[in-house]
């Protein structure tokens, strides 16, 4: 079975900074996918970044980048130009054929 | 285009008594998933459709909770002679065939067992 490992359960970051949230999984597949969620407080969760294991190059959006390391089973987040509102759980996760498994979250707080 | 919803976003019941939670998921999606988040950990996966057909379901789907999705549209759970151990959030999620590997996640209904 696949498991997906958050060794930070919580992180901050000041405002316009840069901050990594760190994931690793382990899986016997080849092709797979990988997904950072957020879920702000109160409010449902929401797709930020994908990363199909088949490509080597990172996933970039906006803001928001993923260092994927297929050999060393690691898929952290970097967080560029904080904002206040970036402040969530963020949950690490991958894709089996027909579910996701998470990881347990890490908190992220943005100090003004 | 709405999103998915859920009903009730929170529920408070007595051990022992039914519950019912009712999710609407992305109208053209055709494939709908359950999850229970309890606090401090992430979601994890309780069963899956694709249009009303229930393919697969977690272990953590004991015989107390049973899912349907009768016309492929919107889905139930329901929880018999619920336990406190029950007390989570259940996420209803729902994507489209094509694009299966992004599920679109609705709100949650809170359950409180007392």
């Known amino acids: 079975a696949q498991t997906v490992t958050q060794s930070q359960p919580e992180m901050s970051v000041q405002e316009a900074e840069t901050v990594t949230l760190s994931c690793t999984y382990d899986t016997s597949e080849s092709d797979y996918y990988l997904f950072w969620y957020k879920q702000p407080p109160s409010r449902q969760m929401i797709l930020v970044i994908r990363?199909?294991?088949?490509?080597?190059q990172n996933a970039t959006e906006n803001r928001f980048s993923v260092n994927f390391q297929k050999a060393a089973k690691s898929f952290s987040l970097k967080i560029s130009d904080s904002q206040l509102g970036d402040a969530a759980m963020y949950f690490c996760?991958?894709?089996?054929?027909?579910?996701?498994?998470f990881g347990k979250g890490t908190k992220l707080s943005v100090i003004p | 285009d709405t999103g998915v919803s859920q009903d009730p976003r929170h529920k408070i019941t007595k051990r022992g008594q039914n519950v019912t939670f009712r999710c609407d998921p992305i109208?053209?999606?055709?494939?709908l998933y359950w999850y229970r988040q309890t606090l401090g950990q992430g979601p994890e996966f309780l069963t899956y459709f694709q249009n009303e057909a229930q393919l697969e379901k977690s272990r953590l789907l004991s015989d107390r909770f049973s899912a349907e999705r009768p016309k492929g549209s919107f889905s139930t759970l329901e929880i018999q002679r619920t336990e406190q151990g029950d007390s989570a959030m259940y996420l209803c999620?729902?994507?489209?065939?094509?694009?299966?590997?992004?599920?679109?996640f609705g709100p949650g209904t809170r359950l409180t067992v007392t």
């Open positions: 996760a991958y894709r089996s054929p027909r579910q996701l498994t």
């Open positions: 990363q199909e294991a088949y490509k080597q």
């Open positions: 999620a729902s994507s489209f065939r094509d694009r299966s590997y992004e599920q679109y």
């Open positions: 109208s053209e999606h055709n494939r």
